[in-house]
């Protein structure tokens, strides 16, 4: 998957660059944090896993 892809469907989420790290960008929602790697392709598991930590949580 594409970085900016995922960056995409994390700002749907309501996430936000946090700070930029030594090799990673740090994303957040104001309560929970995740790394993002600063690399163009990003695996496809290593996404789905961001993804799925950062989707928001339904009732």
Known sequence: MKRRDLEKKLTDFGW???????????????????????????????ARKILRAAEPRRK
């Not at 104001?30 to 695996?43: K, L, M, T």
């Open 16 to 46: 936000w660059l946090k700070r930029h790290g030594g090799r990673h960008d740090y994303w957040t929602n104001g309560s929970d944090e995740e790394a993002v790697p600063r690399h163009n392709e990003i695996n496809e598991n290593l």
